[in-house]
């Protein structure tokens, strides 16, 4: 081999080599953010609430009823709520993965529907406590309307609610606001408007939020 071929055959693999950190950089540069900004539409009484509305941190979840790593997430979420009483004021928004999560969306329209009579959160809980049995089923609108009967629903009005149009655009319209802040996956959190890495654990979770309030 002459030393020009050698020189080309080097020149290329570093080239090559470049191309490719240049590639992974594109891929995973943005990973822990997703390309998020700051959210862009504030809090609402007549959204799904928990806590002190007026409270200093507020705490917003873009969730999958569908979603593994969500269900592991809310009894935590539930906890720091209750503990942070006066402190935390916490909203959840639909952002239902359709492409992986065949039963998500219907998830997400049978919590709306629910809300619909008062039990928005009562139906969020069973929906994740219930996770397992229905992510695998065909069509699970008979099993969630046993979960409205269950929490005291009129029957009647869950049905028609859960396959009303109003319903269907609340889960669409935030789908769509998740979708337009690039979200990456669930869950997906905002505190006070910017966009959190979320920590994995209890305790975590509890102490970011008391360093970002001391800062207040």
């Known amino acids: 081999m002459t030393e020009k071929m050698k020189s080309t055959i ?10 490719g950190m240049v590639a992974l950089l594109a891929i995973f540069g943005n990973s822990g953010s997703g390309g998020v900004g700051h959210l862009t539409r504030e809090l609402s009484v007549s959204e799904h609430l928990e ?19 969500c269900g592991d997430t809310y009894p935590l979420i539930k906890r720091l709520v209750q503990d942070l009483p006066d402190e935390l004021v916490f909203a959840y928004r639909h952002f239902p993965l359709r492409q992986i999560h065949s039963n998500a969306n219907r998830a997400a329209e049978a919590a709306e529907a629910a809300g619909k009579q008062g039990k ?51 889960v669409d319209n935030d789908y769509n606001e998740a979708t337009a802040l690039e979200l990456q996956g669930t869950p997906s959190f905002y505190l006070n408007g910017e966009y959190l890495e979320t920590p994995g654990t209890y305790d975590g979770f509890k102490s970011l939020l008391e360093q970002h309030l001391s800062t207040l």
């Open 51 to 69: 806590g002190n509305f007026g409270a200093p941190l507020q705490l917003v979840e873009y969730s999958d009823f569908q979603c593994p790593a």
């Open 10 to 19: 080097i020149w290329t693999v570093v080239v090559a080599g470049v191309i």
């Open 120 to 170: 928005f959160w009562e139906m969020h809980d069973m929906l994740f406590n219930t996770q397992e049995q229905w992510s695998t089923m065909d069509d699970p609108s008979d099993f969630f309307v046993k979960l409205a009967n269950s929490i005291g629903l009129e029957e009647n009005k869950f049905v028609n609610d859960l396959n009303s149009a109003d319903v269907a655009d609340k």
